[in-house]
């Protein structure tokens, strides 16, 4: 475990506070307890929430970083704290679908719980304040969130290496990967990294078996059992590490 210290509060987010330390180049994401959906209009507190999605996060980092994919993970503190590589945010959300539900269904019509013919990688701007709207690449690039079109076509190519990954990871656990979203940011040398976190917060994971919804969407539907859910989740990524 590293010694590494809090110092200045960065940026608190809705899941996640972040904090600078003594070295320039790292950072400390705290996980915190609340729960927030659509867009924070409904919130809640589950108390253990941060912690699980902290362990689950450091799991699923750990196995990306030993395939090849950089990320800003660098160890775990303790329950509700993660050291990693200081990072500015693209401020691109990447969302990544194997099946349809949620806001596909409700907006195409797609039948809830369609397989898809093709992994579909959409974009949505970073920005509560705007609803997080969709973009397209000309969008990204008038908002010069990318540098260029190649930055775009790099971001799609590393979601859908990760949905590959996370998809046989998550089918050795009995878990169906759904969908996800994922964030970018460019470490000191501007390499483009993943960051931000990996835990059923942001992921949508359905139990192979029964079809138990294993994710947020225990909050966002009012099911009930999220700790549990979260927790299950954990015991099957580590019962068979």
Same mark, same amino acid.
């Given at each position: 475990?590293?010694?590494?210290?809090?110092?200045?509060?960065?940026?608190?987010?809705?899941?996640?506070?972040?904090?600078?330390?003594?070295?320039?180049? =790292?950072?400390?994401?705290?996980?915190?307890?609340?729960?927030?959906?659509?867009?924070?209009?409904?919130?809640?507190?589950?108390?253990?929430?941060?912690?699980?999605?902290?362990?689950?996060?450091?799991?699923?980092?750990?196995?990306?970083?030993?395939?090849?994919?950089?990320?800003?993970?660098?160890?775990?503190?303790?329950?509700?704290?993660?050291?990693?590589?200081?990072?500015? #945010?693209?401020?691109?959300?990447?969302?990544v679908r194997n099946i349809a539900t949620g806001s596909l269904s409700r907006n195409l019509g797609i039948e809830d719980g369609k397989v898809l013919p093709f992994t579909l990688v959409e974009f949505d701007y970073k920005n509560d304040a705007l609803g997080d709207p969709k973009l397209n690449d000309q969008?990204?690039?008038?908002?010069?969130? #990318?540098?260029?079109?190649?930055?775009?076509?790099?971001?799609?190519?590393?979601?859908?290496?990760?949905?590959?990954?996370?998809?046989?990871?998550?089918?050795?656990?009995?878990?169906? =990967?759904?969908?996800?979203?994922?964030?970018?940011?460019?470490?000191?040398?501007?390499?483009?990294?993943?960051?931000?976190?990996?835990?059923?917060?942001?992921?949508?994971?359905?139990?192979?078996?029964?079809?138990?919804?294993?994710?947020?969407?225990?909050?966002?539907?009012?099911?009930?059992? =999220?700790? #549990?859910?979260?927790?299950?989740?954990?015991?099957?990524?580590?019962?068979?590490?």
């Amino acid at each position: 475990m590293t010694t590494a210290m809090k110092k200045t509060l960065v940026y608190e987010g809705k899941a996640k506070k972040i904090w600078s330390t003594d070295d320039e180049g =790292l950072y400390i994401s705290e996980f915190k307890d609340e729960l927030t959906a659509f867009n924070g209009q409904k919130k809640a507190t589950e108390e253990g929430k941060g912690a699980l999605n902290n362990k689950i996060s450091t799991e699923l980092f750990k196995y990306l970083n030993k395939k090849g994919i950089s990320t800003h993970f660098v160890d775990m503190i303790d329950d509700n704290h993660m050291l990693h590589k200081k990072a500015k #945010v693209i401020l691109i959300e990447v969302i990544v679908r194997n099946i349809a539900t949620g806001s596909l269904s409700r907006n195409l019509g797609i039948e809830d719980g369609k397989v898809l013919p093709f992994t579909l990688v959409e974009f949505d701007y970073k920005n509560d304040a705007l609803g997080d709207p969709k973009l397209n690449d000309q969008h990204c690039l008038i908002l010069e969130l #990318v540098n260029d079109s190649s930055e775009l076509e790099y971001i799609r190519y590393m979601a859908r290496r990760i949905n590959v990954l996370l998809k046989e990871f998550y089918a050795q656990k009995n878990l169906t =990967l759904v969908d996800f979203k994922l964030e970018f940011g460019r470490d000191i040398d501007g390499n483009i990294i993943l960051i931000d976190e990996l835990s059923p917060d942001n992921f949508r994971l359905w139990d192979s078996t029964s079809g138990e919804k294993m994710d947020k969407d225990r909050f966002r539907q009012g099911l009930g059992g =999220l700790k #549990v859910a979260y927790e299950e989740v954990l015991n099957r990524i580590l019962g068979s590490k």
